[in-house]
């Protein structure tokens, strides 16, 4: 697996944004990921990080799946994304900080 969404920010020594040099934007794989790892937390019964409708009923991962979706396109989940590069070092990126243009036809409700 190369990419690795991260969600234990206490062992990771945060570095500036402006000092990556791969690209801002999300790939397919990232996306899938991290949309994955946060319908497993919900399913576990993580508390939403956006406002959900009180008649709401969750009865499968599908309508999970929709708040993952929710929370990524409010810049909502507050998850990085470890990217290795080639000269071994890695670059984190913040969720809410990337390009999710590459991704807008995997965003479909």
Known sequence: MAHT???DFQKIKLL??????SSIIMT?????????????HLSLGAIPFV???EDLK????MQLRKIA???LKEGKLPYLVKRPM???????????EMDLS????????
């Open 5 to 7: 969404i991260v969600d």
């Open 51 to 53: 406002q959900l409708p």
């Open 58 to 61: 969750v009865t499968g991962n």
């Open 69 to 71: 979706l929710q929370e």
């Open 28 to 40: 397919k794989y990232e996306f899938n990921e991290l949309i994955s790892l946060r319908t497993t």
């Open 86 to 96: 080639p000269n071994h070092k890695v670059e984190y990126w913040k969720v809410r």
């Open 16 to 21: 500036n944004s402006a000092e990556n040099r």
């Open 102 to 109: 590459s991704v807008r036809n995997l965003i479909r409700e």
